[in-house]
Every structure is written in structure tokens, then in C-alpha cells.
């Protein structure tokens, strides 16, 4: 009878100490994860960073979590890529089927001017079905890579985009945006409505515009693929250019008369319109920098 009123009395200690329970109630791998991922989007990309880490702590194997802290790392600093391209090279070690690491890679690569390893993610990427690693091999990026500009100077490299904007001409938003993004937004046939993953894309291209690039002006360009007619695809890629304005003014605070659109019908086509992929390519928003005629 005292042993067992001895272990009562011990549970009842270790209960009130907090060391029966205790393991139950630590975060999991992926608790810390879904906190990374509620952090960042609300532009907290350094907390990010550390929820992600934490994840890993507890999962090495997590790729999810690398792959993600390796967006928040180049989010919160462009100027130090080495976290990141170790974290997309470990996901694709645990994934190696994951396009969107290798897409990931390649535009590193690309930004770290290293030539031939972005062509190899970005081929490898486009292998593996993914759209976008198409699109930039197609545009002749390929061959450009090597003029990106260096890793060392991106406030020079930001004092020239702007000098550039000023000078009325149109040159791209990418060189502000994480590894270096498209400014574009594409759109299902015949739709003007963003979708869910468009929204993360203008957050980056908002935060460029409050942060990097305060002065700067933008034009949001309309296109449509070949289906319909000129009056109709004209009015519908205005729309589309319309929806991305509405965005930025209404969630992201961009004062309107910042902002131009233009809808180009299916007058500039930025791929073959003779396949369903190309006509995909073409319903897009272009955001560019400065104005455009």
C-alpha cells in the first residue's frame, strides 16, 4: 500500500513539474512549418526562415521545408545565395522528381551567372513538365544568362533600373524580385480573374515598388491568345491588366497614379498560337517598369 501511495504521490509531482505531457505538446516538424508558412506571407521572411529551420531540426528529410526556407532566404537577402542554393540542392537530393526545385535552381544559377548548371535545372525542370522552365528556355535566356547582373552590386544595379525608369524606358521588374521572378501573370482562356498563386507574385512586386523602387512608375500590359475576334481579345486583355491594377491598389496599397494599363489584344503573342501550350503563354499581364507605348 505505500508503494503504490509513493508512486501516486511521484506522478502527481512529475504532473505538476510539467515532465508527463511535456513531449505531447512540443511543436511538430510540421507545425513549424504551417507557422513558417503564416509568417511569410505576411512578408516576415526572416521569422520564415527560422520556422523552416526549425522544421528541419526535427524532420531532416522534411524537402517541403528546404525547399521553402530556401524562398524565404532569398526573399529576406538577395545579396547572399549560398543558404539557398544549398537548401533547393538538398530538396532535389530528397525529391529529385521536384520541377519546381530544379525551376528554382536554374534562376539562381542564372542570377549567380553560372550558365551551363542554369540551363542543365532549367532543361531538367522542363523534362519534368514544368511551364515556366519551358518558357524561359524558349525566350533565349539561355544565351543571356551570362550578362545578369553580379551578385556583388544589386544597390548599383537598382540605382541603374531607376535611372532607367526616369529615362521613360520599359525594363523589367525581375532583377527586384526573388530569384529573380517573372513580372507576369498568366490567365485560364477566356478569364480575367487572378488565381491563388498569382497573389504571391504581386506581394513581391508590391514590396519592390515600397521599398526598392519608391518613385517608379509601372504599366501593366493585357494579352490574349488568337481565339476571338480583335475587338473582343483587345477588350479582354485590358481587363486582364485591369485585374492585376485592382490588386495592387486595393490589397497592396500602390497609389493608382503610379499605375497604367494598356490591353494589347493578341497583337504581341509570346508564343506560337498554333498549340495549346503557346496560346497558354500568351493570355498573360506583363508589369513592367516606366511606360510603354
Known amino acids: 500500500m505505500k508503494k503504490i501511495s509513493f508512486g501516486l504521490i511521484l506522478v502527481f509531482i512529475l504532473y505538476l513539474t510539467g ?7 512540443q511543436p511538430t516538424a510540421r ?7 503564416a509568417v511569410e506571407a505576411q512578408g516576415a521572411y526572416g521569422e520564415a526562415v527560422k520556422m523552416y529551420t526549425a522544421a528541419i531540426e526535427r524532420d531532416p528529410n522534411f524537402a517541403e521545408a528546404y525547399f521553402k526556407r530556401a524562398k524565404a532566404l532569398r526573399a529576406s537577402d538577395l545579396t547572399s545565395p549560398t543558404g539557398a542554393m544549398a537548401d533547393l540542392t538538398t ?5 529529385p522528381t521536384n520541377a519546381e526545385a530544379y525551376y528554382e535552381r536554374g534562376l539562381l544559377n542564372a542570377f549567380l551567372i553560372n550558365n551551363e548548371n542554369a540551363i542543365k535545372d532549367m532543361k531538367t525542370a ?12 524558349a525566350s533565349g535566356k539561355a544565351g543571356t544568362a551570362a550578362i545578369s547582373q553580379p551578385e556583388a552590386a544589386p544597390q548599383q544595379a537598382a540605382v541603374e533600373e531607376a535611372a532607367s525608369v526616369t529615362a521613360g524606358k520599359a525594363v523589367t521588374l525581375r532583377e527586384f524580385l526573388p530569384a529573380g521572378a517573372e513580372p507576369v501573370v498568366h490567365f485560364d482562356f477566356n478569364m480575367a480573374t487572378l488565381g491563388e498563386a498569382d497573389a504571391a507574385l504581386l506581394d513581391d512586386i ?3 515598388l515600397q521599398e526598392g523602387l519608391p518613385e517608379a ?10 481565339i476571338g475576334t480583335e475587338s473582343y481579345n483587345e477588350e479582354l486583355s485590358l481587363q486582364r491588366a485591369r485585374a492585376v491594377e485592382s ?3 486595393k490589397e497592396r496599397r500602390i497609389a493608382p497614379e503610379r499605375i497604367a494599363v494598356k490591353g494589347y489584344g493578341k497583337k504581341d503573342p509570346l508564343a506560337s498560337n498554333k498549340t495549346e501550350e503557346g ?4 493570355r498573360r499581364a506583363e508589369i513592367l517598369l516606366g511606360t510603354r507605348e
Open 91 to 95: 530538396t532535389i537530393a530528397l525529391e
Open 279 to 282: 496560346r497558354a503563354q500568351n
Open 247 to 249: 490588386y495592387l491598389v
Open 31 to 37: 507545425d513549424w512549418f504551417q507557422k513558417g508558412v
Open 126 to 137: 522542363a523534362a519534368l513538365g514544368h511551364q515556366g522552365a519551358r518558357k524561359w528556355l
Open 206 to 208: 508590391a514590396k519592390a
Open 217 to 226: 512608375k509601372i504599366t501593366i500590359v493585357g494579352h490574349t491568345d488568337e
Open 19 to 25: 515532465s508527463i505531457g511535456s513531449a505531447a505538446e
